[in-house]
């Protein structure tokens, strides 16, 4: 049985009631007791990514910043190099560079909905250029091709409203929405490589259109990542 929040005032009184552990999207009240009662290293990671699900945005970014900045050892090689470099729009360089390959990988922060807004804004430039497939990472339903929309239940991602509009725009356009998630249970290198594996087999069994990738950004990294070794878009599969 649901339940929301009600305010019962009589004679300077008030009854609040939080909402059930079910709600798919919940008060910011009950998400940061959660985060806080909770005692996982990556507590924060995931509240935030919970918290942008129902649009709480401010406390999105708090929670997110308690993960700690991970800041490089070179950062004023890194600072000096980027003012050398040229600033492009990002969307023209894509559309044109896609035009030379067959798959294009866009990665995004999973507690930051706009970077699928940035994607749904590629979508029919890429179509024209030959694109067929949009991958996604954790996509758990096999009808959203005909179905032509996200549900609650499509995945994890898919429950923040953005993702939903990204999904729907794709399909309008023509694409076809597949998942290269691997299995339930696997961490780490073994995730990424059955990821990048069912992306290959997807390619393999799909050779007429090019494909586009939607990930987070951790497994976008074409180089040796410190976490994994190889990241799905640096494996060869």
Known sequence: MRKFLWLLVFS???????????????FST?????????????????????????????????IWDLNGVRKPKNVEQLRKN??????????DFIVEQSKKTSIVIINEAHHIPYHRTFTKSLLTDLYKNGYRYLGLEALFDADIN?????????????????????????????FTLFSYEATEGKNGSERENEQALNIKKFIEN????????????????????????????????
Not at 41 to 62: D, I, M
Not at 224 to 231: F, L
């Open 12 to 26: 300077n009184s008030v009854a609040i009631y939080a909402q059930s552990a079910q709600e798919t999207y919940r």
């Open 30 to 62: 009950d998400l940061l007791k959660q985060i806080n009662a909770d005692t996982t290293a990556w507590k924060h990671q995931v509240g935030a990514t919970e918290l942008s699900f129902s649009s709480h945005f401010n406390h999105v970014l708090e």
């Open 206 to 237: 799909n050779p007429n259109g090019k494909v586009l990738i939607h990930c987070g950004y951790a497994h976008a990294f074409e180089n040796e990542y410190q976490m994994w070794g190889k990241a799905m878009a640096g494996r060869k599969a």
């Open 82 to 91: 980027f003012l050398t470099y040229k600033k492009l729009p990002a969307k």
């Open 146 to 174: 005909e179905r032509k929309f996200a549900i609650t239940t499509s995945g994890y991602y898919t429950k923040e409203p953005e993702f939903g509009h990204l999904i729907s725009e794709a399909l309008k356009i023509g």
